[in-house]
């Protein structure tokens, strides 16, 4: 796609959608930024058709911070329609959108919702591409607070392959744009995108927990009450052997922010 393709992003301002507007800018599109902070409400449809007219491509990175999986689906689900029916009306030719590496067995909270996610967007008239990523390493420092308890910080016992924000959203612009690697794996309908190597949990929470100077224990934890504990304990949220693989590890990345 030629630089100067205008192109939306939905969730422009959170932790992904931030880095994909750079990301579009650096490679010289037109980018509209799409999020309530603009005046533009994928829920109640405020501002969309408006927002979208004249648009190429929309990128949507959008989503919301409960973990509930019936307020996460409303939210997705809604947000789908909403989004499908304005691109019809107004001629967007792709949608992008991102969700998670191995939620297909998932039958609880929000991966089963970004699941639910999936199906609704790709029933509608614009056709869609989805990149499924691994878990960012910006989650890690978040995970650890919320399981901070006294001197002690439980993590769940997971296995997965990290990965940066940034490349994710570099991963979603090739995608949107065809100017790079990625490339839907044969017989899906999706991506995948993933740190360079699989990453113990626990084991980067203590990194980062260690870092910002806490004295905490970390403890991994492994809860028996959740549906979708084997697929977090067994591997089932690592990529599959065509997955593209983008640094970098979680160790440079923590050495490289700085803080």
């Known amino acids: 796609m030629e630089p100067g393709s205008r192109i939306a992003v939905v969730g422009a301002t959170g932790r992904a959608g931030r880095h994909v507007v750079d990301v579009l800018r650096e490679r010289g599109h037109d980018v509209v930024a799409i999020s309530r902070s603009t005046g533009v409400d994928v829920i109640t449809g405020a501002g969309l058709t408006e927002a979208l007219d004249g648009v190429d491509v929309v990128i949507d990175v959008s989503s919301t911070p409960s973990p509930d999986q019936r307020e996460a689906t409303e ?5 789908a329609r909403n989004l499908q029916a304005a691109g019809a009306k107004t001629g967007v030719r792709r949608m992008v959108v991102a969700s998670i590496i191995g939620i297909d067995a998932s039958v609880a909270g929000y991966n089963a919702a970004k699941l639910a996610h999936e199906q609704a967007v790709s029933a509608g008239p614009v056709p869609v591409r989805i990149l499924r990523a691994a878990q960012f390493h910006e989650f890690v420092e978040e995970l650890a607070s919320w399981g901070m308890r006294g001197e ?3 993590v769940p016992r997971m296995r997965t392959q990290l990965i940066g924000a ?10 949107a744009t065809g100017d790079g690697p990625i490339e839907e794996t044969a017989g899906t309908p999706f991506a995948e995108i993933a740190g360079p190597r699989e990453e113990n949990l626990a084991e980067m929470a203590r990194l980062v927990l260690e870092r910002r100077g806490h004295t905490v224990r970390v403890e991994e934890v492994s809860d028996p009450a959740n549906p979708d504990r084997d697929l977090f304990e067994n591997g089932g949220l ?14 440079d990345w923590l050495a490289g922010t700085g803080a």
């Open 75 to 79: 939210f997705f689900t809604t947000s």
């Open 166 to 175: 940034r490349a994710v959203a570099e991963g979603l612009v090739e995608l």
């Open 152 to 154: 002690v910080c439980h």
């Open 238 to 251: 690592l990529p599959g052997p065509h997955a593209t693989l983008a640094g970098p590890t979680y160790v």
